[in-house]
T-cell receptor, first 113, second 113 residues
Framework: DSGVTQTPKHLITATGQRVTLRCSPRSGDLSVYWYQQSLDQGLQFLIQYYNGEERAKGNILERFSAQQFPDLHSELNLSSLELGDSALYFC????????????FGNGTRLTVT | ELKVEQNPLFLSMQEGKNYTIYCNYSTTSDRLYWYRQDPGKSLESLFVLLSNGAVKQEGRLMASLDTKARLSTLHITAAVHDLSATYFCASPDYGGSQGNLIFGKGTKLSVKP
């Protein structure tokens, strides 16, 4: 158990809808990362937050947004969902904002129908 | 833009055999990470290689890093079925992604009796 908690585990929704994925980092970790894993694109870095502030952006679509709250949990919001958004979304956390190992949650499997 | 390439992407081995997975990355970095992922599961940190020439071993797995060649290897000795999983290498992208980890596509290892 990595100590990173993600909810929900599974999410099935229709195209055009909006969903929110939640992540609680390991105790003591200040940095939260979001990754998307799909069969064709592999594991893609989406966005990183450190102590409540956005630190870096990767291949994140404009339809997607995230935030990290004062208690350090993070939410990833996905809107106007398309079939291609179906993927496994991982949250990871680390102590500092760079150069430290990431600890991954169990992921949220999103299916868009 | 940092690119991380692994090969092979698929590897079918017999128990007891040895093999090496290669990870090349395109921009300068002094560290490299290896992760393991079982089907439908999260990513588990295997090795963190923090300098040129670093070598780490855990059981039948040994990882090494050559920063001058921008190459890391994961060597499997006397494979057993329990090693069947997908192995990812990841390098920090100090350019656009502020040091966030960029992952290779993964090597899916299948060890057969």
């Amino acid at each position: 158990d990595s100590g990173v908690t993600q909810t929900p585990k599974h999410l099935i929704t229709a195209t055009g809808q909006r969903v929110t994925l939640r992540c609680s980092p390991r105790s003591g970790d200040l940095s939260v990362y979001w990754y998307q894993q799909s069969l064709d694109q592999g594991l893609q870095f989406l966005i990183q937050y450190y102590n409540g502030e956005e630190r870096a952006k990767g291949n994140i679509l404009e339809r997607f947004s995230a935030q990290q709250f004062p208690d350090l949990h993070s939410e990833l919001n996905l809107s106007s969902l398309e079939l291609g958004d179906s993927a496994l979304y991982f949250c990871a956390s680390s102590v500092v904002w760079r150069d430290s190992p990431l600890h991954f949650g169990n992921g949220t499997r999103l299916t868009v129908t | 833009e940092l690119k991380v390439e692994q090969n092979p992407l698929f590897l079918s081995m017999q128990e007891g055999k040895n093999y090496t997975i290669y990870c090349n990355y395109s921009t300068t970095s002094d560290r490299l990470y290896w992760y393991r992922q079982d089907p439908g599961k999260s990513l588990e940190s295997l090795f963190v290689l923090l300098s040129n020439g670093a070598v780490k071993q855990e059981g039948r797995l040994m990882a090494s890093l050559d920063t001058k060649a921008r190459l890391s290897t994961l060597h499997i000795t006397a494979a057993v079925h329990d090693l069947s999983a997908t192995y990812f290498c990841a390098s920090p992208d100090y350019g656009g992604s502020q040091g966030n980890l960029i992952f290779g596509k993964g090597t899916k290892l299948s060890v057969k009796p």
